[in-house]
């Protein structure tokens, strides 16, 4: 049976093996411009900001990957993803439904 193969990623390098595999499920924060060519749906979270601030400075390699402004480049990738998205759906939602 086919498999679906999953993968979490920082840059391209991050997820290629994934990406070149028939059913392929990522997650990127970044917008990757090459990721948009080779998928066929991209599916958003949007999360409240204070939980944005509060994950970041609880995740200090986080924190430090997006700079002084964690919130700024968050919101930053997801308004440059969100006109390829098909669904955009609210983080928290996500984690009470399953």
Do not use: N
């Amino acid at each position: 049976p086919d498999t679906v193969h999953s993968a979490h990623g920082h840059t391209m390098d991050d997820i290629q093996g994934c990406l070149t595999r028939k059913y392929c499920v990522v997650k990127v924060h970044e917008f990757l411009p090459d990721v948009l060519v080779r998928v066929h749906a991209v599916f958003l979270t949007h999360r409240d900001p204070r939980d944005v601030l509060l994950s970041s400075a609880q995740k200090i390699s986080s924190c430090l990957a997006y700079g002084t402004q964690p919130l700024l480049s968050a919101f930053m990738h997801y308004a440059t993803w969100l006109p390829f998205a098909c669904f955009d759906m609210q983080y928290e939602v996500m984690i009470a439904e399953g």
